[in-house]
């Protein structure tokens, strides 16, 4: 019988924290997990980088989840196996209002679920939302990094280079635009939606790395003001698991 951790390869629920830290980005664990007391690798297969450490004198764990919704299906199933209760996503996105500007923070409060995996779980009136546990936390640990955060709904899709080539793709995310939608990613709607069905506390903070120019088309994928930015989310996701901890032990949450 296939192990249920078959792709994150960790059977050892010891190895792993019950608060992960999800980038997409295998390049960004180690700098995520800088943060962590005594860090040490765990596992390393296909997309899925392991990190495991303390913070604040509790397990936590980063792991990469490469990109799009199957991946992020794959790691949240096999994390909630092993006993993980609280998954964040420390992601980019690309602007859809010219108010979000290079390197600031996205806290998404629910997703657009433009995705085919969440599908595969529930219909499409099931909403994708962050847990309030985390929602809270995330807004008071921007604050204390004081970096600017903006918060709400973000849409996320399957394919990064499609709308170009759908016009029906082109016209609803155009309506979206309309609609407040702040930005565009790809995994935050598996992830909340999971996070709703499993009873998992799940949330989302993106960095935005495109902003719309005056011309109304896309600037930049990287740079400085990116990476400063994007080292300011990192340091708000560290700050946000240990409010949670704080929170956790004090009402002796399990």
Same mark, same amino acid.
Request: hydrophobic fraction near 40%; proline fraction near 3%.
């Given at each position: 019988m296939e192990s249920p951790t078959f792709h994150i390869r960790i059977s050892d629920a010891e190895k792993i924290g019950k608060y992960v830290l999800l980038p997409g980005d295998r390049g960004r664990v180690e700098r995520i997990a800088k943060y962590f007391e005594n860090p040490v690798h765990v596992a390393k297969n296909r997309e899925y980088f392991t990190i495991t450490g303390e913070i604040s004198g509790e397990r936590v764990s980063v792991m990469s989840t490469g990109m799009g919704g199957p991946c992020m299906a794959i790691a949240v199933e096999e994390l909630r196996a092993l006993g993980v209760h609280t998954l964040i996503r420390v992601g980019s =996105?690309? %602007?859809?209002?010219?108010? &979000?500007?290079? @390197? $600031?923070? #996205?806290? /998404?409060?629910?997703a657009v679920r433009d995705d085919g995996t969440s599908g595969s779980y /529930?219909? $499409?009136?099931?909403?994708?939302?962050?847990?309030?546990? #985390?929602?809270?936390?995330? $807004?008071? =640990? =921007?604050?204390i990094v004081e970096h600017r955060c903006h918060m709400g709904i973000v849409l996320s899709t399957d394919s990064y280079y499609g709308a170009r080539f759908n016009s029906e793709t082109a016209k609803m995310i155009g309506l979206l635009k309309k609609a407040n939608t702040l930005c565009v990613e790809? *995994? %935050?709607?598996?992830?909340? +939606? &999971? @996070?709703?069905v499993f009873g998992l506390r799940t949330g989302s903070i993106l +960095?935005?790395?495109? $902003?719309?120019?005056?011309? *109304? +088309?896309?600037?930049?994928?990287? @740079?400085? #003001?990116?990476e400063d930015g994007l080292e300011k989310c990192i340091q708000i996701s560290i700050k946000t698991l240990e409010l949670i901890i704080e929170k956790d032990r004090l009402f002796k949450f399990d």
């Open positions: =996105a690309g %602007s859809l209002q010219k108010k &979000l500007k290079m @390197g $600031e923070g #996205v806290i /998404v409060t629910g /529930v219909p $499409e009136i099931y909403p994708a939302v962050a847990h309030h546990h #985390v929602l809270r936390a995330l $807004e008071k =640990a =921007a604050a790809m *995994e %935050s709607s598996t992830l909340l +939606t &999971l @996070g709703g +960095t935005i790395r495109e $902003e719309i120019g005056e011309d *109304e +088309t896309l600037k930049a994928q990287a @740079g400085e #003001v990116f």
